[in-house]
């Protein structure tokens, strides 16, 4: 979600004039796209302002921060940063940065437009900032104010896609669901769903221009079109339609998505992802605990006979799907017992893959009220636990792909020199040796030859 947002504010800049520079110092605008889901991941943008705001001493620089941004941290952040601001306000950016023309190089330029061009990577400190190139800024009009439910003016603002091969597309905004442990439902407001005319237009853009991979994004997919029952289709029919135009399109692609929540997770959408070629065999299902009384202890309001039953249906009628989730260890109040419970649901469900999380109270939500009682070195031990019993069931999942051809999709060189990284249609890592970067970017057959915990090598095939 986090780069999908990045992506329209890049466009937002670049239609501004802005250039991207790799040097973050010599940059006249900069800013960060936060996430509260985690306090590891708000501690990094303080540390970066921190930073940044030393440079003002020596020179010209705007700031921002936007994404997912508590109550708590906004008021601190507006102390910090030069704008703060939804990505429902995203539209106004121009605005914004026009209340800062008399005071920054833009206000001091000619009447020329400005440029940019930004690149994302996976580790925020890396990122550049934005250099003017001569420009002109127009007398500002007042900041509107927006609310979560404005997102529309958001979606209609055509994304700067970071890469060629894949894409993310948004499909609803917000939050309904209020777990206790979550910032989302304060952060984006409620379930707000984005049109699915709107949605299927930038899937076929995205695929008739060559993207060979498509994940549709909310925080409850299958919650999709339930704020506006009547007046907009089903999750289920979604995938139906992008399933539908696959079929027509003749075109090879996987379409992902995430996440869907346990307690909306019906029969159907199982069904429609088994029957559609080109939705990929891959299902995220966060289960968060495997133990009932945490479960309730958190709002999640599913039980596990629930999630049971849908994973049950998950290995009848797609057994080759591979299965990923989220996991919290160390929630308020967490016993050695009810830990014990989440560990035998690893051996039951052997995931494939699972996103493990040291609880950290969020400022707003519900359990942020309650003692965090739980020491941190009982969370970091019960994390390495909960990861050593991960990593002995995935290796065994890619021991048994050992002699198999797979198809997977190429997406760049591997940091083993000579070879290229490639990602299974479960979204297994996978590597091949290879110097031709040409196939970056293609569909390719590769014969599996060993395995890691998390990833898998091969030879290339000839196709």
């Not at 989730?325 to 160390?330: A, E, L, M, R, S």
């Amino acid at each position: 979600m986090n780069i999908s947002d990045g992506e329209r504010v890049q466009k937002v800049l670049e239609d501004m004039g802005y250039l991207h520079t790799d040097n973050p110092e010599s940059a006249n605008l900069i800013g960060v796209i936060a996430c509260s889901v985690r306090q590891k991941g708000i501690d990094k943008v303080y540390n970066m302002v921190n930073i940044w705001n030393k440079w003002k001493n020596k020179r010209n620089l705007i700031t921002f921060v936007s994404g997912c941004v508590l109550p708590s941290d906004k008021e601190k952040f507006l102390k910090l940063f030069d704008m703060v601001f939804t990505m429902s306000q995203l539209p106004e950016l121009p605005e914004m940065i026009n209340h800062y023309g008399i005071v920054t190089p833009a206000g001091l330029m000619g009447n020329e437009n400005m440029q940019i061009e930004q690149e994302f990577t996976d580790n925020p400190m890396q990122l550049g900032g934005f250099r003017l190139n001569e420009t002109q800024i127009s007398s500002s009009l007042p900041l509107a104010e927006k609310k979560p439910e404005d997102i529309k003016e958001f979606w209609n603002i055509e994304p700067k896609y970071g890469s060629n091969i894949e894409a993310y597309i948004p499909i609803q905004n917000g939050c309904d669901k209020f777990c206790t442990f979550c910032a989302v439902p304060y952060t984006r407001g409620r379930e707000v769903s984005r049109p699915s005319e709107e949605i299927m237009n930038e899937v076929r853009t995205l695929v008739e221009k060559g993207t060979k991979s498509i994940t549709i994004l909310g925080q409850n997919v299958n919650s999709y079109g339930y704020d506006k029952k009547g007046s907009e289709i089903t999750f289920t029919q979604l995938l139906e339609k992008i399933g539908e135009y696959g079929n027509q399109s003749n075109k090879e692609f996987w379409v992902y998505f995430t996440s869907p929540h346990p307690r909306d997770m019906s029969d159907d959408v199982i069904e429609t992802v088994a029957k559609y070629k080109c939705l990929a065999k891959q299902i995220h299902l966060p289960v968060q605990s495997g133990d009932d009384k945490l479960l309730i202890k958190m709002n999640r309001n599913h039980s596990m006979l629930k999630y049971r039953e849908i994973v049950s249906t998950i290995r009848r009628l797609i057994p080759e799907a591979t299965l990923f989730t989220d996991i919290i260890v160390g929630f308020t109040g967490e016993t050695e017992k009810e830990f014990e419970n989440t560990m035998k649901i690893m051996e039951e469900f052997k995931y494939n893959m699972a996103y493990i999380a040291q609880y950290s109270p969020r400022p707003g939500a519900t359990s942020s009220r309650w003692d965090d009682d739980v020491p941190k070195d009982i969370k970091k031990e019960r994390f390495h636990r909960l990861t050593k019993e991960l990593t002995k069931y995935s290796q065994m999942h890619n021991n048994d792909v050992i002699g198999k051809t797979l198809r997977v999709l190429v997406r760049g060189k591997d940091r083993k020199e000579g070879y290229l990284s490639a990602l299974t249609e479960g979204r297994i890592v996978t590597r091949f040796a290879s110097k031709d970067i040409t196939l970056i970017g293609d569909f390719v057959d590769i014969k599996i030859t060993s395995a890691a915990s998390l990833s898998v090598e091969g030879v290339l095939l000839k196709n």
